[in-house]
Nanobody, 124 residues
Framework: QVQLVESGGGLVQAGDSLRLSCAAS????????MGWFRQAPGKGREFVAA????????AYADSVKGRFTISRDNFKNTVYLQMNSLKPEDSARYYC?????????????????WGQGTQVTVSS
């Protein structure tokens, strides 16, 4: 089993930045791709960004391209999401996910493990 714990969420103003972290523990050697998803009240879970184990392949939702950056530190078993130029529409609960597959997919069903999420609220 793999456990994922997110941190770094909070309340910020439009235009501000936040960095989310997701620490993995347990059978971390089995983790290949990791990703971030988000869910706003009344909406479905939405793909944000993903990265493969070496960090050589990344994928982003169109809505965050150029503003968000995903990275990972395999020695620390941690994945990060740097969020810049935040907008009110970025407000959501952000979830970290880990997969046993190599390619960083944007499909939630690909991921085997999920964290509990961290709340991000952006005021206008």
């Amino acid at each position: 089993q793999v456990q994922l714990v997110e941190s770094g969420g909070g309340l910020v103003q439009a235009g501000d930045s936040l960095r989310l972290s997701c620490a993995a523990s347990g059978r971390t050697f089995s983790i290949e791709a990791m990703g971030w998803f988000r869910q706003a009240p009344g909406k479905g879970r939405e793909f944000v960004a993903a990265i493969n184990r070496p960090g050589s392949i990344t994928a982003y939702a169109d809505s965050v391209k150029g503003r968000f950056t995903i990275s990972r530190d395999n020695f620390k078993n941690t994945v990060y999401l740097q969020m810049n130029s935040l907008k009110p529409e970025d407000s959501a609960r952000y979830y970290c996910a880990a997969a046993n597959t190599y390619y960083p997919s944007g499909t939630a069903e690909t991921y085997d493990y999920w964290g509990q999420g961290t709340q991000v609220t952006v005021s206008s």
